[in-house]
Nanobody, 120 residues
Framework: QVQLVESGGGLVQPGGSLRLSCAASGSIHSINAMSWYRQVPGKERELVATTTSGGYVDYTDSVKGRFTCSRDNVKNTVYLQMNNLKPEDTAAYYC??????????????WGQGTQVTVSS
């Protein structure tokens, strides 16, 4: 019904930048929250940033001032601009969206994940 396709991960040196993108497609009426999570093997998935359709954005403390989450409601796409990356940012990053379908039911959708590795 709905797919999230992520892109933009990779290997970067400490202090570098990456931009993640997540595009939603399918039977979409509207999208409420769009969020980025990250997960390191052996640890729970962590909420990194979330944005609502009205433009509210919130971040976990460890990325405030370094990451910027934005969305394009026309393209149904959410972005995560990551600057001044640190080795502890290394993780698999997942996109999540709360989607209202054309049938007016609501579903919680996850992307496939994209790896971000920060290393010299």
């Amino acid at each position: 019904q709905v797919q999230l396709v992520e892109s933009g991960g990779g290997l970067v040196q400490p202090g570098g930048s990456l931009r993640l993108s997540c595009a939603a497609s399918g039977s979409i009426h509207s999208i409420n929250a769009m969020s980025w999570y990250r997960q390191v093997p052996g640890k729970e998935r962590e909420l990194v940033a979330t944005t609502t359709s009205g433009g509210y954005v919130d971040y976990t403390d460890s990325v405030k001032g370094r990451f910027t989450c934005s969305r394009d409601n026309v393209k149904n796409t959410v972005y995560l601009q990551m600057n001044n990356l640190k080795p502890e940012d290394t993780a698999a990053y997942y996109c999540n969206a709360v989607v209202v379908l054309t049938s007016r039911s609501t579903v919680d959708v996850w992307g496939q994940g994209t790896q971000v590795t920060v290393s010299s």
